[in-house]
């Protein structure tokens, strides 16, 4: 007790004599511990006042006074106004990411529906990121999942193209999607251009939530088909208006004056948080989404309008947000963050509290869906903490393990190699230090079809590399407790001895192979203190385990498949004679993937800068 007050009146101390040059003006400020760790990030209407708060004893919950015990200096920038000083103070936390702020961990923006209207026949695809494109957007979409579901439910009815336009221009027939009757094939001028244009207008209509007009069209449509005795063609009309009906029954909010708006409801327990987000797009449900954020250490005295400020700011610097939010609890300075959404998106943002009527019953809805997210959160943090504490048990580990880095590499044959790393702790999988490591060539050129034993060897090269680049002259605080290896003995001899030889001793291995005829359930583990052994098939830590591996070893299959696409392109290339990079270059700029070079024309290929009739020649016999 008599510690932390020492370490209290040393940080006030610290406070008190940047006090003394800190003006009365708004601006950002930083606390900074130990080996410049930034704590926190706050901002000011008037600093001399708000600094002035941290040197006052009684008035610090535990939570500041732990982040005040911690301060050994400051950092100070002045700003024009308040507004300035909200988003500076945003982007540095999303910079720093300080230990007692509020920290928006999982901050993919979502993806929408985007119309190109860059080409006569529109494109349709999924969207994700800033809007720089020409086109028309639709979103945003929680769920990519959902994203695609609408996507194929549009081809369907609408029969609009979802290539590119380099394979678009390249196309001399119909490709599948025609032929099952999801695309009306406008590359080989099977529609017109203002045939094509009329079912581009439909799909928006329908997004907008224009469906019963749609929906009467295609009715008409079908009974005209069946008149004229076309029942195939009746039959399309009648299933396309089915799976109309089948989203929209499912989506739809029917609220007049809240055809687009976000709810955002929040829930704390203790110092467990969950913000729940339901985005209404056109009067249509477009998903939701639960968000944990970060609270800081010793964050039981962080308040609910607290969170909620910091996450509409962070949420919405990536996102769209709607021109109505409703809330369950309001923001601690709403008008200020109405201003900047404003001054970031350009239009007006109302963030509204519901007291009575449709409104109220819409947020409270969304509140149980975040009480619900929050219990299934506690209860799988509880499973989580189980299953690391008889892990620790099982294995006879003496430290007690709170976070582990599971590693795997995927190749074929030693040909495009990739090494993955996942990690986990009590709160799941943290898929914000998921990491993957292109292996360096050396390792590829060593590797022959026939020597399995060399394979071998090149497989613990490669997770030695791997080892080495994430440990070595990393900061020991965001080390694991311990490290699990896809492989055998020979995987766990690396890893011990990549460990020794960075003299990092604190960290625990174990190695997991497959077992007889690879079964799952009959794997061999290793550690460095015990034998060889194997679970019985119903051990809830073998489950455990293979959840680990399992999802590293997903992790590392995506990679290598990507890696090995991008080399499939470039051998290709490279096999061809007076293709340099140069014009491998242009090649790529021109046409976009391996597909579309393959299939274009002598006379396409002759328009690429630096491709001469002779070089284009060589290139389309090559494909053809």
Do not use: W
Not at 503 to 514: L, M, N, Q, R, T
Request: with cysteine; hydrophobic share 35%.
């Amino acid at each position: 007790m008599t510690d932390n007050l020492i370490s209290l009146s040393k940080g006030i101390e610290v406070i008190k004599n940047e006090l003394l040059t800190i003006p009365n003006k708004p601006g950002v400020y930083q606390m900074i511990g130990a080996n410049e760790q930034s704590l926190y990030i706050g901002k000011a209407k008037n600093l001399n006042n708000r600094i002035n708060f941290y040197t006052q004893p009684k008035r610090l919950n535990s939570r500041l006074t732990y982040m005040v015990s911690n301060t050994i200096r400051m950092e100070i920038i002045i700003t024009s106004s308040e507004m300035e000083a909200l988003l500076l103070e945003s982007n540095l936390i999303k910079k720093f990411e300080p230990t007692y702020n509020i920290l928006l961990k999982d901050d993919k923006s979502f993806s929408s529906i985007l119309f190109n209207l860059t080409h006569p026949f529109p494109q349709i695809s999924s969207h994700r990121g800033s809007r720089k494109i020409e086109g028309d957007y639709f979103g945003p979409f929680v769920s990519k999942g959902t994203v695609q579901k609408t996507i194929e439910t549009l081809q369907k009815t609408f029969l609009l193209r979802t290539c590119n336009d380099n394979i678009f221009k390249t196309r001399k027939r119909p490709c599948l999607q025609f032929q099952i009757k999801r695309c009306s094939a406008p590359c080989v001028n099977l529609i017109s251009q203002e045939s094509y244009k009329e079912s581009v207008l439909e799909a928006k209509n329908f997004l907008t939530g224009d469906t019963n007009d749609i929906k009467k069209k295609l009715v008409e449509k079908m009974y005209d088909a069946s008149n004229k005795k076309k029942f195939e063609e009746a039959a399309i009309f009648r299933d396309r208006i089915k799976t109309l009906t089948e989203i929209t029954a499912s989506q739809n909010i029917n609220i007049p004056e809240l055809k687009n708006v976000d709810l955002l409801a929040i829930k704390q327990l203790d110092n467990k948080v969950v913000i729940q987000m339901t985005i209404i797009r056109n009067g249509h449900n477009y998903g939701s989404k639960s968000y944990f954020p970060y609270t800081g250490k010793n964050s039981i005295d962080v308040k609910a309008d607290e969170i909620m400020q910091a996450f509409i700011c962070q949420f919405f610097d990536k996102n769209i947000p709607a021109e109505n939010i409703l809330v369950n609890e309001s923001p601690k300075e709403r008008k200020l963050v109405e201003e900047l959404l404003y001054k970031k998106h350009g239009y007006r943002i109302k963030i509204q509290l519901p007291q009575r009527g449709q409104k109220l019953d819409l947020i409270n809805s969304v509140v149980k869906n975040a009480e619900e997210s929050l219990n299934r959160k506690i209860y799988e943090k509880s499973s989580n903490k189980n299953n690391l504490l008889k892990l620790q048990k099982t294995f006879k580990f003496e430290k007690q393990i709170k976070k582990i880095e599971v590693y795997d590499n995927s190749h074929h044959n030693g040909k495009a190699p990739v090494g993955a790393m996942i990690a986990f702790n009590e709160d799941g999988f943290m898929k914000s230090m998921y990491r993957r490591y292109n292996i360096t060539s050396k390792y590829e050129q060593k590797v022959s079809l026939t020597d399995s034993e060399l394979v071998n060897n090149n497989d613990y090269l490669m997770m030695e590399e791997v080892l080495i680049r994430r440990l070595k002259g990393k900061n020991p605080s965001n080390f694991p407790d311990l490290l699990i290896i896809d492989g055998g003995k020979g995987h766990l001899n690396i890893a011990l001895s990549v460990l020794k030889d960075l003299k990092i001793d604190k960290i625990e291995v174990i190695a997991i192979s497959k077992g007889i005829k690879r079964d799952a359930g009959r794997e061999n583990f290793y550690t460095k203190n015990l034998k060889k052994f194997t679970f019985e098939k119903d051990d809830t830590i073998l489950f455990f385990l293979q959840k680990l591996r399992d999802e590293v070893h997903r992790y590392a299959i995506a990679g290598h498949r990507i890696k090995s696409k991008k080399l499939i392109f470039k051998n290709l290339l490279d096999e061809i004679d007076g293709i340099g990079p140069k014009r491998k270059r242009a090649l790529l700029n021109e046409f976009g993937s391996a597909k579309s070079v393959k299939t274009s024309s002598l006379k396409d290929l002759c328009k690429v800068e630096g491709i001469n009739h002779s070089i284009a020649k060589k290139i389309y016999n090559y494909f053809n």
